[in-house]
């Protein structure tokens, strides 16, 4: 039976390859923020992962507003990252974990998500961001993925309660996979930030800390409200939330949080990095 680790979450903001690309991981700018994977690194390396389901959002590189799935997700054999207007390096390419995509699809639509299924798929910074966070200087990233994108790019998108519900039924269909994988569940994106409009600049630390204090033990409390009071709290890129909500109801009902840094800001955005353990079924200590 495969294992289910513990949930990565993290902001994905483009700025931070740039910072990583320059080096600048111990600038007084960048320090705060870099310094919050400190732990993360060592969970991984204890952690040991070897597929990671990965709930982000597509920024207009692979989907556009012309075509945009509310789930959609990867079945490719790999997944190549192109650079869709940052002016950032372009990133490694993924491998994917074909066949357990396959089993999740399978699952998913058995349990009524009618998920748009990617044969080919490029991916954005959203992924890619986060792989250079936890796996700094990599040669060759150690984790398949299966990536899973969630529309919070245009209206309408889904509620928090159905992202909640839709990282359970990963988590079922995670949980029923046979395989021996070893998987972390990441969820980028967020906190709080607005990058365009009226209320550009927007960020809403009392809202960040509330939903920090609330993912790990009470994430239904998050699922109750509705994709536009997060917009209004968080603001109109802040509902990347949803991806978080999502990946936290793939760990299942008990966690323990390992990790949190919260900093403001990076860019536009309250940067968050959140670490939570699984504690249900086989966990770290009876797998290391
Ligand atoms: C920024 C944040 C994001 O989540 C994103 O996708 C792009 C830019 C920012 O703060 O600059
Ligand atoms: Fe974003």
Same mark, same amino acid.
């Given at each position: 039976m495969a294992t289910i680790l513990g949930g990565i979450f993290t902001s994905h903001v483009p700025a931070i390859g740039n910072a990583i690309a320059k080096g600048l991981q111990h600038d007084p700018y960048w320090e705060p923020f870099f310094a919050g994977y400190g732990p993360v690194h060592d969970w991984l390396h204890v952690a040991r992962p070897d597929v990671a389901v990965v709930f982000y959002n597509d920024? *207009? $590189?692979?989907?556009?507003l012309d075509k945009m799935p509310t789930f959609a997700i990867g079945a490719a054999a790999e997944y190549r990252n192109s650079d869709e #207007? !940052?002016?950032l390096p372009l990133f490694k390419s993924f491998e994917g974990a074909r066949a357990l995509s396959g089993h999740l699809v399978e699952a998913l639509v058995a349990d009524s998500f009618d998920m748009t299924v990617c044969q080919e798929m490029l991916v954005d910074h959203a992924l890619a961001i986060p792989f250079e966070l936890c796996?700094? #200087? /990599? &040669?060759? !990233?150690?984790v398949r993925i299966v990536p899973i994108a969630i529309?919070?790019?245009?209206?309408p998108m889904p509620s928090p309660r159905r992202c909640l519900d839709l990282g359970r039924s990963v988590g079922r269909a995670l949980a029923s996979w046979t395989g021996p994988e070893r998987i972390v569940v990441l969820g980028t994106g967020g906190l709080s930030h607005q $990058? +365009? #409009?009226?209320? /550009?600049?927007f960020l809403n630390p009392d809202y960040d800390r509330y939903c920090l204090d609330h $993912? #790990? +033990?009470?994430p239904d409390v998050l699922a109750a409200q509705s994709a536009l009071d997060i917009v209004e709290l968080a603001g109109s890129q802040g509902v990347e939330l949803l991806n978080w909500i999502a990946a936290r109801g793939a760990l299942g009902d008990h966690v323990v949080e390992i990790t949190r840094n919260y900093h403001i800001p990076i860019s536009n955005t309250a940067a968050a990095t959140m670490l939570l353990e699984c504690? &249900? *079924? /086989?966990n770290l200590k009876q797998a290391a």
């Open positions: 920024h *207009g $590189l692979n989907f556009f #207007g !940052w002016g796996w700094p #200087g /990599a &040669e060759k !990233w150690p529309n919070t790019v245009q209206h $990058l +365009d #409009g009226a209320r /550009a600049g $993912l #790990g +033990d009470h504690r &249900e *079924g /086989a």
